[in-house]
């Protein structure tokens, strides 16, 4: 199933629904590459490694940059020249859209 993810726009969440079920995370789950589900299937991640501290740091701002314009933002862990990813939408305490858009969103990212 084709989501398009890299056209969507994250939507507000405020919490009142339920995050994606098994099904349905397992059909977004082939849509970004490199990524990989928690094992309570509630979070998603995925790591990257740099040449050096700086290059990481680019990234970190390429995420950013996202994650402001889609008004979602990524748990960023930053260990020198590796960065990992974590998403999950907080306000209900699992997986939505909006953590595909973005995951999908920074695999576009090119490699710097």
Known sequence: MDHDLLKKKCEVCEGGVPPLNAYETENYMVEIPGWELSSDGKKISRSFIFRDFVKAL?????????AEMEGHHPDIHIFYNKVTLELYTHSIGGLSENDF???AKVNQIPNL
Not at 61 to 66: E, L, R, S, T
Request: glycine residues 0%.
């Open 58 to 66: 680019d990234f970190v701002d390429a995420v950013a940059d996202i």
């Open 101 to 103: 858009i973005i995951a």
